[in-house]
């Protein structure tokens, strides 16, 4: 059974920086893309960040590109989405997803964990 827990959300002033983490359980995670969704208050998910199984490849959604890093490890099973000059637009509650396939994508899979919220302050 393939569990995805997040943490690492909170609050903080705009300019400022979060990392989130999800550690996963049970399924194939060192041969699983991974990414990072987020949903804001009466908006749809939306895509934010992916990267490959090796953590050779990433993909960041045009509205985080040079502020967001992903990154993975492995050994741990757990992938970090490093959040830095944060916006007030940022304020959403981000999921953790594992992909379908081993290489990063846009396209979210089947598997999701609870979500963190991260709200940003002006």
């Known amino acids: 059974q393939v569990q995805l827990v997040e943490s690492g959300g909170g609050l903080v002033q705009a300019g400022g920086s979060l990392r989130l983490s999800c550690a996963a359980s049970?399924?194939?995670?060192?041969?699983?893309?991974m990414g990072w969704f987020r949903q804001a208050p009466g908006k749809e998910r939306e895509f934010v960040a992916s990267?490959?199984?090796?953590?050779?490849?990433?993909y960041y959604a045009d509205s985080v590109k040079g502020r967001f890093t992903i990154s993975r490890d492995n050994a741990r099973n757990t992938v970090y989405l490093q959040m830095n000059s944060l916006k007030v637009v940022d304020t959403a509650v981000y999921y953790c997803?594992?992909?379908?396939?081993?290489?990063?994508?846009?396209?979210?899979?089947?598997?999701w964990g609870q979500g963190t919220q991260v709200t940003v302050s002006s």
């Open positions: 049970g399924g194939t995670f060192s041969i699983s893309g």
């Open positions: 997803n594992r992909q379908t396939t081993s290489i990063a994508t846009t396209v979210a899979g089947q598997y």
């Open positions: 990267i490959s199984w090796s953590g050779d490849r990433a």
